[in-house]
């Protein structure tokens, strides 16, 4: 048997609901804890209670990628809020107008709204996900009780990340304003990347933007208190496995932990090794939750 590589302090595995929602603008809200829309990109929106898990979808994808971890959380009696991000779910067109403040500003709408309604808000985040989730955990602080980056993508393929660069300063954006990918998402399954709904074009001057999220994820990570967990795919094309030792050297708190799973690619939720990647996640931020709990209920008996 091939197994996943696992670095980093060792946690251990793993009230009531509130039957309250919240508005978050762009998303649509289940109409009860149970049931999930049929639109596979629409946004989600569960209620429960006290924990809050807050799913982030990468770039040009939609929140379809992160509904592995969403519906686990979700029976774990978890609020779960997978919001779609400004101009993802629509069109590369609409893609084109926006930039990396847009996606950062609607996550960290989302993550307020959770933040209002519940005493513990974690953070999940793929691909672009995770570099918000990253820039989220620094602005919001103890805010964030727990935090996992699914293959953070500190740098891209070498093609890619070159592109995104010239973009910033050269109008090639002007003569080639949308991309076609090639090959779909980075999936290894070919019948889940069929089912994806993804852009299979690009807006390059949008897309370059998220040279910005890479640079304040380079210089926010060092400065984290709160436990982290870094998953990434050995086989990823997207975002190099090496993103994963990058990610996890830049961390400087106790809890950190690191997985890398051997036969992977770039969309974690979603691959041949969804399962152990989604129980991995939840797993680490049960015992941040249990282990809350405990020192709670230690306080409440020294104050008796």
Known sequence: MVKRTVTGSALAALSAPRRTCYPLGLMTAAPDNTKWTSDPGAPVCVVGGPEALLCLHGLTSS???????????????WAVSVPRLVGHGTSPEALAHTCWSDWLG???????????????????????GALI????????????AGLVL??????????????????????F????????????????????????????????????TLVEGQRAARARLPTLRVPTLVQHGRNDHVAPVENADATF???????????????????LPLDVESHAVVEDALGFLDALAEGRDARRAHLREDLE
């Open 173 to 208: 954006a002007d003569m080639l304003p949308l991309i076609r990918k090639k090959g779909g998402p980075d999936v290894s399954d070919p019948g889940v990347a069929a089912a994806m709904p993804s852009y299979d074009r690009v807006p390059l001057a949008a897309a370059a």
């Open 133 to 144: 989730a990253a820039s989220l955990a620094h602005e919001r602080g103890a805010r964030v």
């Open 249 to 267: 050297d830049l961390l400087r708190m106790a809890q950190r932990r690191k997985v890398v799973y051997p036969r992977s690619w770039h969309i």
């Open 63 to 77: 929140p379809y990628e992160m509904l592995p971890l969403a519906r686990a959380a979700q029976e774990r009696g």
């Open 150 to 171: 699914m293959a953070t993508p500190l740098t891209l393929d070498f093609k890619t990340q070159q592109a995104f660069h010239l973009a910033r300063f050269f109008p």
């Open 106 to 128: 609607a996550a960290r709408r989302a993550f307020d709204a959770l933040a209002r309604q519940h005493e513990r808000v974690f953070v999940a985040g793929l691909s672009m």
